[in-house]
């Protein structure tokens, strides 16, 4: 942090400016003025939040590819696919048992073993062949689209929330002040909040891991070297098949999140691809805090932009994409 | 052993002509949504489609129809590679295509390419499609979005006492055409739109879109369908959103009333306006209804027919019909087939409908409200039943044609 303030004196100020002024819009009650030219603060706080837990859903299908990346360089393309195929195993399960959580779990054993599978079966006969790859996990994606097709229907499903997770809870956030001087706070959906929170430990406790664990140096030191690491006798192959199978478990989870507060359906598989691409690249491949902070700046830009300009929304995320890739090739987080 | 060896002969040639007869076979080729945002919209056109096969059967004069399904997603070139695809592997003669607004103006622009080819719209409402620039081979025997809502302005302002709304609707021509209906009408009572939200159409996240909902007006009108509404419904049930609602044809329809999960009871008291109304006590509505529900296991359909099956039963009936006016000749242009199809007077289950100039149809509209049957499902119930609406909505067509062309600003909110 101070080794950027150092080399990047201006930029940090723009930085520590924009915070402050986004601290003040959040937290200060707006100036009539300031209503006037940019709408409702309440409309404003909502597309903040509804930004930030849809990238806690990116996240978490992004942390997954990224991960994958990271350790064996291979980009897997049919990440998408196994989204899709947990909200799908996660509808099912809730279904059946009528347990949310049960989902939850079951999505991530279900397409953890898809994962391991994937990886043995696939990735190991084409190691190191990145344009191999590539090529087998589009076609392997497409295979799987159309079987899932096959088996759910063109339909679209959605999981229920359980009761206990329904309806708004009163945040501690003004947003505006009646002419009798009381205070309205913020109403916002439950169930989005206990979703951002749940990514934000998933996402601290697979940064402890990684850095604090010996699993976790055993990965970094892969993601430095593989060979070198292979050399000093750890069973690479088990590491490899344990990253992907975490990875695929993230995605399954996060498909039961996305059938929960949106819906799955044919075609979720190609835009969560699409969009965990966009949220690395603007990250940096292969850095999970680059993943957190490529996951919220995409979620805001969507949510802001449909609420102040609904039809350029699809552009800006493409627009950051492009600014990224021009300034910053590597991705704002990556380490090299 | 001579008579059973003539029998034997006789049974065979009798089986041989009927392979000579299923050899001369009229092919029409159908499309419906059967991927996307818009998939039960779809399933259930084709239901529709169906009993109006099994009531009519498919048998014209001594030819068989055989139609071939081919899956679009509402967006227009999907339309038009399905159309396409039709036409060009399966051979097909006439086509009974497209369901959505943006594909209903394609395939009419596709149409005018293929003259000798006859389209019959299955259940596509923009206006646009047959208003601006008809092609003469394409025939609409459903009603346009803003035909659809004739009566709801009134209504929300006379008797809802309504004096303020706003709407969120799907950015796409169909929505544009059914907020045109709405406006010129609550407009010209006296009302006042004060925004018009318009999404994407495939939209998953709704909470900024409902989060910026105006709180100031009396209630809010959602164009929505598919899947679209069923997000939107269950997010707003997330966000606590407790204002009145109005909706519009394809959001209070059965693809949407039964839906999986509660957060349709937002639903419940919802003023609309459609080409139908679940609960109409006609004796010819509940014929339909009854042959609907006979045709399918309960768990495999709706309760009621949606919108999308009543109109792609009164389509797949014009067609057939028209067929054996003109006794299957398919010759010369297919000329006999397009007089009776321009003819023709369908009485259809939801009432009355003949064509205009341009193949557009004339028919019973209906204004409704959601009521709860007391078993947990849904229903739309009469309200007012309004006869012989036509495309101009009763304006004089040069007052009409001055308005433009609906659109994400047209109409402006003002009496014409």
């Not at chain 1, 150092?6 to 924009?18: K, N, Q, S």
């Not at chain 2, 209070?252 to 009333?257: A, E, H, P």
């Not at chain 2, 003109?326 to 087939?337: I, P, T, V, Y």
Request: charged residues 15%.
């Amino acid at each position: 942090m101070t080794r950027f303030i150092e080399r990047h004196p201006a930029w940090a100020l723009i930085l520590l400016i924009a915070v402050a002024v986004m601290l003040w819009l959040i937290l200060a009650v707006w100036p009539p003025g300031l209503e006037e030219a940019i709408g409702r603060k309440r409309v404003f706080l909502n597309a903040v939040f509804n930004g930030i837990t849809l990238g806690s859903l990116y996240f978490l299908v992004a942390s997954g590819f990224t991960l994958i990346f990271g350790l064996m360089r291979n980009v897997n393309l049919a990440h998408g696919s196994l989204y899709l195929f947990g909200g799908y195993i996660g509808y099912a399960i809730s279904v059946w048992t009528g347990s949310w959580v049960l989902g939850f779990i079951i999505a991530f054993v279900g397409v953890a073993l898809v994962g391991v599978v994937l990886q043995i079966v696939v990735f190991r006969r084409m190691e190191g062949e990145d344009l191999r790859q590539t090529m087998v996990t589009i076609g392997l994606s497409i295979v799987f689209a159309d079987l899932m097709l096959w088996a759910f229907g063109g339909d679209f499903y959605q999981i229920q929330t359980p009761s206990w997770l329904v309806g708004p809870i009163e945040l501690p956030l003004v947003t505006a002040v009646k002419s009798s001087g009381e205070a309205v706070y913020l109403r916002y959906p439950m169930v989005r909040l206990v979703i951002f929170v749940a990514a934000v430990v998933i996402g601290i406790a697979m940064w402890l891991a990684l850095n604090r664990t010996r699993v976790g140096m055993m990965v970094r030191a892969g993601v430095d070297d593989r060979d070198m690491l292979a050399a000093t006798g750890v069973p690479i192959q088990l590491v490899f098949v344990a990253v992907f199978a975490l990875g695929a478990g993230l995605a399954g989870i996060a498909g039961v999140v996305g059938g929960t507060f949106q819906s799955i359906s044919p075609g979720e598989d190609t835009r969560f691809l699409l969009a965990s691409l966009v949220v690395v690249i603007v990250g940096g491949m292969g850095s999970i805090p680059g993943a957190a902070l490529g996951a919220v700046i995409i979620g805001l830009a969507e949510q802001l932009g449909s609420v102040y300009i609904p039809t350029y929304a699809i552009v800006v995320t493409f627009l950051i994409m492009v600014l990224v890739l021009a300034l910053r090739p590597q991705g704002l987080l990556a380490r090299r | 052993m001579f008579k059973s060896c003539a029998g034997l002969v006789a049974l065979s040639s009798l089986l041989l002509s009927g392979a000579a007869i299923a050899q001369e076979k009229i092919k029409v080729g159908v499309t419906a949504t059967l991927e996307g945002t818009y998939t039960v919209l779809g399933e259930d056109g084709i239901r529709g489609h169906q009993t109006a096969i099994n009531t009519l059967g498919k048998k014209v004069g001594d030819k068989e129809i055989e139609f071939i399904v081919a899956s679009t997603d509402a967006t227009p070139d999907s339309a038009i590679r399905a159309v396409r695809k039709l036409i060009e592997q399966d051979k097909v003669q006439i086509l009974l295509s497209p369901l959505s607004g943006d594909e209903g103006i394609a395939v009419k622009n596709f149409a005018k390419t293929r003259p000798e080819l006859t389209f019959v719209n299955a259940a596509s409402g923009a206006q646009e499609t047959t208003y601006v620039d008809p092609a003469p081979n394409f025939y609409r025997y459903n009603m346009d979005g803003a035909q659809w809502q004739v009566g709801l302005g009134k209504y929300a302002y006379e008797t809802k006492g309504y004096k303020k709304i706003a709407t969120v609707g799907d950015d796409y021509s169909f929505i544009y055409t059914q907020v045109f209906g709405l406006v010129l009408e609550f407009c010209g009572a006296g009302g006042q739109v004060t925004n018009r939200q318009w999404v994407p159409l495939g939209t998953k996240d709704f909470a900024s879109v409902i989060a910026a909902l105006p709180d100031d007006v009396d209630a809010i009108y959602l164009g929505l369908g598919g899947a679209d509404a069923v997000n939107f419904l269950n997010q707003y049930q997330q966000a606590g959103g407790k204002a009145h609602l109005m909706g519009g044809s394809i959001m209070v329809d059965q693809t949407i009333l039964s839906a999986k999960g509660n957060a349709k009871n937002a639903l419940i008291g919802t003023i609309a306006a459609s080409g139908q109304a679940d609960t109409w006590e006609d004796p010819g509505w509940q014929k339909f209804v009854k042959a609907y529900q006979d045709a399918f296991p309960p768990n495999k359909r709706f309760p009621s027919p949606s919108l999308l099956a009543t109109n792609y039963y009164n389509s797949t009936m014009a067609l057939i019909l028209a067929l054996r006016q003109a006794n299957g000749d398919l010759s010369n242009n297919q000329a006999k087939l397009r007089e009776a199809l321009a003819k023709i007077e369908l009485d259809a289950p939801n009432g009355k409908i003949k064509l205009d100039s341009n193949r557009q149809a004339i028919g019973t509209n209906f204004v409704t409200e959601v009521v709860d049957d007391g078993k947990g499902a849904l229903f739309s119930k009469v309200v007012k039943v309004i006869p012989n609406v036509n495309q101009t909505l009763g304006y004089d067509p040069a007052v009409f044609a001055k308005i433009g062309v609906p659109s994400r600003t047209v109409p402006e909110c003002k009496k014409y």
